[in-house]
């Protein structure tokens, strides 16, 4: 037997044990003081139950018990306390102030990323008040809390969903449209967000990486302007002046007087230096009715924690209430705590450079936007090269958003179809307009019928790939069971000696699928390169968005062609 603990499980050792106490009980104190009544949910939850709530924070344990009922191990506490507010306790006036100190768990964040599959929640849900005095209550009580976790100089990013929701309702455009929007919003997509909003601009061309670009419909340009603008406006006091002169002339206004009357009453509290005003952070749109926020610490690679009001949730299990609440890892708070104190001192800025066929180009972009890059194109055996204010960290393009996601770098570069096929959780910020390949299904030459026909039969088709998930992705879309084989490289030889019927791969020039006689029978996505970043990097090294900004500048100049033959050039 090898005594181990599960993947992504861990023990907590008597020191640590030790400073878990002391910081959940501190927090206890302060959600106490302040009228939070204890609270515990069951560890189990009944799945149906989950998905109501409209927001299924990553993937849930499940499995079915004797009765036959699909069961989930709770992935979040709100639901559950909104389960239990609008049902158990649907007769008690309130306001009902709830706090928790509670294990939550999740699945599928394991998967390749070292992500821990059981995290502590600290956190409070608040029923019943409403308005600027509540909103305001919880987000400085979830600053209170963090700073008492020793969370250090953490930011905390604040927007509201409802001038996004507002703007969205009086576009005119078409539902499909509005859901790719939402969807650009939730992946923080800055790229697929710009080219859905150009198609307000008379005579743009529309573009989607993967989907085919939905249909705008009536979509007025002001509107699909100003909805691409809105994901980029963040700082203090002006963002939301900058928010108001957008949303103003369009009657869009929404609850910006309440969020600001929020944010000046955080800033009447001390809390100014604190807030990032960023409307990027917009997430969990079906679940966020008003204020929403998250927390970043400059290295620590995840946020801290989040929260927002939710006045909608509790309706889906009985009668409305209005909701607000928050909740924070102790375990990000306490790894955030462990580099507290470093802040001042100015760090190197993190960038991930891709090595092999996008590497001359991604150097010759960093040069362009100002950046020392002396030594990177011949690194010799040297993994890291450092120069005044910046460390590049050179990569293989697949490990890329890894580095990044996982905040093992600030930011980085390489193609679209390595994000893609990652999927990690990145800040997708600039087309660079360089690395242009396309995704294409192919098949030996002539050998159409036979595949068709041994579909027929066996009901799933054989794909070879170097990229399973983007072919996954592809086939469920067009709905073609496949069975796929994973290979490392020359996938063209897969259909060659009858390892698959067709592949998915690259194709720049064509020359190799020419040369091994076969044909091209569908087309995947088009992709190039993309500059992006570390959510929490970007919301606390503004390097990052001036660096983005360049980059952008630069990009329009470079190589990038209509790719030939691709339906969907990214
Ligand atoms: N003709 C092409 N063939 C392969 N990749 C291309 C081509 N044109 C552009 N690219 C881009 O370059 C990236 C791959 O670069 P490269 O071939 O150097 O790495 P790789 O060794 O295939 O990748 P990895 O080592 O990460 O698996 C692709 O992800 C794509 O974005
Ligand atoms: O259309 P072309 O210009 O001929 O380019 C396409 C080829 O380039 C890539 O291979 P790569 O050289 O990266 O090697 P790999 O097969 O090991 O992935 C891709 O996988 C194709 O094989």
């Given at each position: 037997m090898?005594?181990?603990?599960?993947?992504?499980?861990?023990?907590?050792?008597?020191?640590?044990?030790?400073?878990?106490?002391v910081?959940?009980?501190?927090?206890?104190?302060?959600?106490?003081?302040r009228g939070?009544?204890?609270?515990?949910t069951?560890?189990?939850e009944?799945?149906?139950?989950?998905?109501?709530?409209g927001?299924?924070?990553a993937?849930?344990?499940?499995?079915?018990?004797?009765?036959?009922d699909?069961?989930?191990?709770?992935p979040?506490?709100?639901?559950q306390?909104?389960?239990?507010?609008?049902t158990?306790?649907?007769?008690e006036?309130g306001?009902?102030?709830?706090?928790?100190?509670q294990?939550v768990?999740?699945?599928?964040?394991?998967d390749?990323?070292?992500?821990?599959?059981e995290?502590?929640q600290c956190?409070?849900?608040?029923?019943?008040?409403?308005?600027?005095?509540?909103d305001a209550?919880?987000?400085?009580?979830?600053?209170?809390?963090?700073?008492?976790?020793?969370?250090?100089?953490?930011?905390l990013?604040l927007a509201?969903?409802?001038?996004l929701?507002?703007?969205?309702e009086?576009?005119?455009?078409s539902?499909?449209?509005?859901?790719?929007?939402?969807?650009?919003?939730?992946?923080?997509?800055?790229?697929?967000?710009?080219?859905?909003?150009?198609?307000g601009?008379?005579?743009?061309?529309?573009?989607?990486d993967?989907?085919?670009a939905p249909?705008?419909?009536?979509?007025?340009?002001a509107?699909?302007a100003?909805?691409?603008?809105?994901?980029?406006?963040?700082?203090?006091?002006d963002?939301?002046?900058?928010?108001r002169?957008?949303?103003?002339?369009?009657?869009?206004?929404?609850?910006?007087d309440d969020?600001?009357?929020?944010?000046d009453?955080?800033?009447?509290a001390?809390l100014?230096e604190?807030?990032?005003v960023?409307?990027?952070v917009?997430?969990s749109?079906?679940?966020?009715?008003?204020?929403v926020f998250?927390?970043?610490a400059?290295?620590?690679?995840?946020?801290?924690?989040s929260?927002?009001?939710y006045?909608r949730?509790?309706?889906?299990?009985?009668?409305?209430?209005?909701?607000?609440?928050?909740?924070f890892y102790?375990?990000?708070?306490m790894?955030?705590?462990?580099?507290?104190g470093?802040?001042?001192?100015a760090?190197?800025?993190?960038?991930?450079?891709?090595?092999?066929?996008?590497n001359?180009?991604?150097?010759a972009c960093?040069?362009?936007?100002?950046l020392?890059?002396?030594?990177?194109a011949?690194?010799?055996?040297s993994?890291v090269?450092?120069n005044?204010?910046?460390?590049?960290i050179?990569v293989?393009?697949?490990?890329?958003p890894?580095?990044?996601a996982?905040?093992?770098?600030?930011?980085?570069i390489?193609g679209?179809d390595?994000?893609l096929?990652v999927?990690?959780?990145?800040?997708e910020?600039v087309?660079?307009?360089f690395g242009?390949?396309?995704?294409?299904?192919?098949e030996?030459?002539?050998?159409t019928?036979?595949?068709?026909?041994?579909?027929?039969k066996?009901?799933?088709?054989r794909?070879a790939t170097k990229?399973p998930?983007?072919?996954?992705?592809?086939?469920?879309?067009?709905?073609t069971?496949?069975?796929?084989?994973?290979?490392h490289?020359?996938?063209e030889?897969?259909?060659?000696?009858?390892?698959?019927?067709?592949?998915?791969?690259?194709?720049?020039t064509?020359?190799?699928?020419?040369?091994n006689?076969l044909?091209?029978v569908?087309?995947v996505?088009?992709?190039?390169?993309?500059?992006?970043a570390?959510?929490?990097?970007?919301r606390?090294?503004?390097?990052?968005?001036?660096?983005?900004?360049?980059l952008?500048?630069?990009?329009?100049?470079?190589?990038?062609?209509?790719?030939?033959?691709?339906?969907?050039p990214a």
């Amino acid at each position: 037997m090898n005594a181990v603990t599960p993947s992504g499980f861990r023990d907590v050792l008597a020191e640590e044990a030790r400073a878990r106490e002391v910081i959940t009980r501190a927090v206890a104190d302060l959600f106490a003081e302040r009228g939070y009544a204890p609270i515990e949910t069951p560890t189990l939850e009944v799945m149906d139950v989950v998905r109501a709530g409209g927001r299924m924070p990553a993937s849930p344990f499940k499995f079915f018990d004797s009765h036959d009922d699909l069961l989930a191990m709770r992935p979040d506490v709100t639901l559950q306390i909104a389960r239990m507010c609008a049902t158990r306790l649907a007769d008690e006036p309130g306001p009902l102030r709830f706090r928790y100190t509670q294990r939550v768990f999740r699945e599928a964040e394991a998967d390749n990323q070292a992500q821990a599959r059981e995290l502590t929640q600290c956190g409070v849900e608040c029923i019943g008040p409403t308005g600027p005095a509540a909103d305001a209550e919880i987000v400085a009580l979830f600053v209170e809390a963090l700073t008492l976790a020793g969370a250090g100089t953490f930011v905390l990013g604040l927007a509201t969903v409802g001038v996004l929701r507002a703007l969205l309702e009086r576009s005119g455009a078409s539902e499909p449209w509005k859901a790719a929007v939402l969807d650009a919003y939730h992946d923080s997509d800055f790229v697929a967000l710009d080219r859905l909003c150009a198609a307000g601009a008379p005579g743009a061309v529309l573009a989607a990486d993967g989907d085919a670009a939905p249909d705008p419909g009536c979509v007025a340009p002001a509107y699909a302007a100003a909805i691409g603008r809105l994901a980029r406006i963040r700082g203090a006091h002006d963002a939301i002046d900058e928010v108001r002169a957008l949303a103003a002339p369009l009657g869009c206004i929404a609850d910006l007087d309440d969020f600001q009357a929020t944010y000046d009453r955080l800033a009447d509290a001390g809390l100014a230096e604190r807030i990032l005003v960023d409307f990027s952070v917009v997430s969990s749109f079906n679940y966020y009715t008003g204020i929403v926020f998250e927390a970043y610490a400059p290295a620590v690679g995840s946020p801290l924690g989040s929260g927002g009001r939710y006045d909608r949730t509790l309706g889906a299990y009985g009668p409305d209430r209005p909701a607000a609440g928050f909740a924070f890892y102790l375990e990000q708070a306490m790894a955030a705590a462990a580099t507290a104190g470093a802040e001042g001192v100015a760090r190197p800025l993190r960038i991930a450079v891709p090595k092999g066929s996008l590497n001359g180009e991604a150097i010759a972009c960093l040069e362009e936007a100002g950046l020392d890059v002396t030594g990177l194109a011949s690194p010799g055996r040297s993994l890291v090269i450092s120069n005044p204010g910046v460390d590049y960290i050179i990569v293989r393009p697949s490990d890329a958003p890894v580095f990044v996601a996982l905040g093992a770098a600030d930011c980085g570069i390489c193609g679209k179809d390595s994000l893609l096929e990652v999927g990690a959780d990145v800040v997708e910020l600039v087309d660079l307009r360089f690395g242009g390949c396309r995704f294409v299904v192919a098949e030996a030459a002539g050998t159409t019928a036979a595949i068709e026909e041994r579909y027929r039969k066996l009901g799933a088709m054989r794909v070879a790939t170097k990229y399973p998930s983007i072919t996954r992705s592809h086939f469920a879309r067009r709905g073609t069971q496949v069975e796929i084989v994973y290979l490392h490289g020359n996938v063209e030889l897969a259909p060659m000696v009858g390892l698959a019927d067709r592949i998915v791969d690259i194709t720049a020039t064509g020359t190799t699928l020419a040369e091994n006689n076969l044909e091209i029978v569908d087309e995947v996505l088009a992709s190039t390169a993309r500059f992006f970043a570390n959510g929490c990097a970007l919301r606390t090294d503004d390097r990052i968005v001036g660096l983005a900004r360049t980059l952008a500048a630069c990009a329009p100049a470079h190589t990038y062609a209509p790719i030939a033959g691709a339906s969907n050039p990214a």
